[in-house]
C-alpha cells in the first residue's frame, strides 16, 4: 500500500474498483433516487435538479460557485433556482414518495413536526421565511425522510379573532402538513409529535380525521371536563403513578416562545427523575371559535422534575395525547415519543450550519425558497450520516456491516481520504471511524468526558476534508485508480 506525493489515496489489488465501478458513485445515487422523478415542466431541468443536489450534497458547506465547477454550471444552477415554473414542493416530492415508501410495514412512525426561522441578507436588507417541516422518524429514532416541507412568510399580526381566523397563520402550519400527509401507508401508523406552538384544536381535530396519533406538548390551560375543570389544575392533583429518569441533553440559551416570553438560560445535559400522573380527560372546544362544536377525548400526562439542580430550569411536561395511559411503561413510551423531537432540531441545525443556507447571497425569496427545498434533502442525508455513526458507537454487535453501510452513502474518494487521515484500511473504515476523523479535523478532541461534535465542528472538519479530496481528486479521478503509480 503507497501512496504517491502530493495524493492523501492509498491503492491495493485488494481494493482497486474498475471506472466502470465507480461511475455510479454514492452521492449521484442518492442524488437521482432523490431528485431524479421531479414532476418538473421540461427534461432539462429535470436532469439538472438531480446533478445540482449532486454538487450540494458532496460539498454542502460550499456556496454555489464553489460547489460547481465551471461558470456554466453555476449559471445553470442559478437558472433553476430563478425558474417561476418549479415549485419547491415538486422539488422534494421524490425524496417525500421514497420516505413513505420507507413508512410502509414500519408499524409506528413518528410524524414529527416544527417550524424555523430562515434569515439571510442581501443589499444590506434583512430578509425573513419560515420553514415548516414534518421529519418521518422509526419508532427506534431512525430517520426515514421528509414527509411534507411548507414555506412561508409570516402573516402580520391580526387585531381580531376573526381575522386570526380569516387570515393565514403559522398556526396553520400544524393541520395543513396533517391535511397533506394524508393516511398511512399499508403496515403504518402516523403519530404526530410536536411542541407547545403546536397545541391547537384544528391540529388535534386534523389527527382525528385522518387517522394519525399525537402527542404534543400542551401550552393552553384549557377548560375540561364540560368546563367544570382546568387542564393544568385537574391533572397536576391526581396522584403520583410513578418516577422516571429520562435523559436530558446539552441545550444552548434560547429565547422561550408563548405564553410567556423569556431567555431560558443554557443548561448542561443531565439525568432528570420525574413524578408523572395522568388522567384522561375531555377538552372543551374553544369557546368563541364557530367551527369546534364537539368536546375531544385525549390523556394528558403530566411530568415534573424531582429535586432539579440548582440554577436550572425544571423539566415540566404536560404531554396530550390520542394514546392510551394505563401504566408506567405507557408514560415512558410516550415521553421517549416526546423526547424524539429534538431530532428536528438537529436536522435545521444541519441545514443552516452544515449546509450554510442562511449565508446565502440570492436575492430572490422565490429562488431562496427552492435552495431552502434542496438542502432540507441534503440535510436529511448528513443527520443519517451521524446517526449511523452514533449507532456503531452503542451497538458494536451491529457494526459488521457497516463499511457497507458508509459505503452507500459517502463516495469512495472521501472515504480514502478520511482513512488516510485515520491510518485505517479504507475497506473497512466504519461510519463511526469516518464520522470521528472529519469532527478531528474540526477540533473535536474526543475526551472521555465530551459529547458528540457540534455541527458547527462537524463543518469546519468537512471543509478541511472536502479540500484534501479537492486536491486528490485533481491526482486520481472520483474513485481508486486501476493501478498504482
Same mark, same amino acid.
Given at each position: 500500500m503507497r501512496a504517491d506525493a502530493g495524493c492523501v489515496l492509498v491503492c491495493d489489488k485488494e481494493v482497486a474498483m474498475t471506472k466502470k465501478q465507480v461511475t455510479e458513485v454514492a452521492v449521484r445515487q442518492? /442524488?437521482? =433516487?432523490?431528485?431524479?422523478?421531479? @414532476?418538473?415542466?421540461? /427534461?432539462?431541468?429535470?436532469r439538472r435538479l438531480p446533478a445540482m443536489a449532486e454538487r450540494i450534497a458532496a460539498h454542502p458547506e460550499g456556496?454555489?460557485?464553489? &460547489?460547481?465547477?465551471?461558470?456554466?454550471?453555476?449559471?445553470? /444552477?442559478? =437558472?433553476?433556482?430563478?425558474?417561476?415554473?418549479?415549485? @419547491?414542493s415538486a422539488m422534494v416530492a421524490p425524496h417525500a414518495?421514497? *420516505?413513505?415508501?420507507?413508512?410502509r410495514g414500519q408499524g409506528e412512525v413518528l410524524l414529527v413536526q416544527d417550524w424555523t426561522e430562515l434569515t439571510w441578507t442581501y443589499d444590506e436588507g434583512h430578509h425573513e421565511l419560515l420553514q415548516h417541516l414534518a421529519l418521518a422518524l422509526g419508532g427506534d429514532g431512525q430517520v426515514l425522510g421528509i414527509l411534507?416541507? &411548507?414555506?412561508?412568510?409570516? /402573516? @402580520?399580526?391580526?387585531? *381580531?379573532?376573526?381575522?386570526?381566523?380569516q387570515r393565514w397563520g403559522r398556526s396553520q402550519f400544524w393541520p395543513d402538513t396533517v391535511e397533506a400527509v394524508g393516511e398511512a401507508p399499508a403496515g403504518c401508523r402516523f403519530i404526530t409529535i410536536a411542541d407547545r406552538e403546536a397545541d391547537d384544536f384544528q391540529l388535534l381535530t386534523a389527527c382525528r380525521r385522518r387517522g394519525h396519533g399525537f402527542v404534543i406538548r400542551a401550552q393552553h390551560d384549557r377548560y375540561i371536563n364540560g368546563g367544570s375543570d382546568r387542564l393544568w389544575s385537574y391533572v397536576s392533583a391526581r396522584r403520583v403513578r410513578g418516577k422516571l429518569e429520562i435523559e436530558l441533553p446539552k441545550r444552548p440559551a434560547v429565547d422561550a416562545g408563548p405564553p410567556k416570553r423569556r431567555r431560558i438560560k443554557a443548561q448542561p445535559a443531565r439525568r432528570a427523575t420525574l413524578a408523572v400522573r395522568w388522567a384522561s380527560v375531555s377538552l372543551d372546544p374553544p369557546r368563541n371559535d364557530p367551527r369546534f362544536k364537539e368536546p375531544l377525548r385525549v390523556w394528558a400526562l403530566w411530568a415534573e422534575e424531582i429535586e432539579p439542580p440548582a440554577e436550572t430550569e425544571p423539566v415540566q411536561w404536560m404531554l396530550l395525547s390520542s394514546e392510551p395511559l394505563r401504566?408506567?411503561?405507557?408514560?415512558?413510551?410516550?415521553?421517549?415519543y416526546y423526547k424524539k423531537r429534538w431530532k428536528i432540531e438537529e436536522l435545521h441545525k444541519a441545514q443552516k450550519t452544515g449546509c450554510r443556507l442562511e449565508r446565502s447571497q440570492l436575492h430572490d425569496e422565490a429562488a431562496f425558497v427552492r435552495l431552502a427545498a434542496i438542502t432540507a434533502v441534503v440535510s436529511v442525508r448528513l443527520v443519517e450520516l451521524r446517526d449511523v455513526a &452514533?449507532? *456503531?458507537?452503542? *451497538?458494536?454487535?451491529?457494526?459488521?456491516?457497516?463499511?457497507?453501510?458508509?459505503?452507500?452513502?459517502?463516495?469512495?474518494i472521501w472515504i480514502a481520504v478520511v482513512a488516510r487521515l485515520a491510518e485505517?484500511?479504507?475497506e473497512r473504515l466504519t461510519p463511526r471511524e469516518f464520522y470521528e476523523t472529519v469532527a478531528k479535523q474540526g477540533g473535536w478532541l474526543a475526551r472521555t468526558g465530551d459529547g458528540p461534535p457540534g455541527w458547527q465542528t462537524l463543518y469546519r472538519g468537512w =471543509?478541511?476534508?472536502?479540500?484534501?479530496?479537492?486536491?486528490?481528486?485533481?491526482?486520481?479521478g472520483p474513485g481508486p485508480p486501476d493501478k498504482c503509480v
Open positions: 442518492w /442524488a437521482r =433516487r432523490n431528485f431524479g422523478d421531479a @414532476p418538473l415542466p421540461d /427534461a432539462r431541468l429535470k456556496s454555489l460557485p464553489e &460547489q460547481t465547477s465551471a461558470w456554466s454550471e453555476t449559471l445553470a /444552477a442559478y =437558472r433553476l433556482l430563478d425558474n417561476d415554473r418549479v415549485e @419547491p414518495a421514497l *420516505t413513505r415508501e420507507r413508512c411534507h416541507g &411548507q414555506w412561508a412568510r409570516d /402573516a @402580520p399580526r391580526a387585531r *381580531t379573532r376573526k381575522e386570526r381566523r401504566t408506567l411503561d405507557d408514560a415512558r413510551r410516550l415521553m421517549s &452514533q449507532v *456503531t458507537v452503542k *451497538t458494536p454487535n451491529k457494526s459488521a456491516n457497516a463499511p457497507a453501510t458508509l459505503r452507500r452513502m459517502v463516495d469512495w485505517a484500511d479504507p =471543509r478541511k476534508v472536502a479540500l484534501l479530496v479537492t486536491g486528490a481528486a485533481l491526482f486520481t
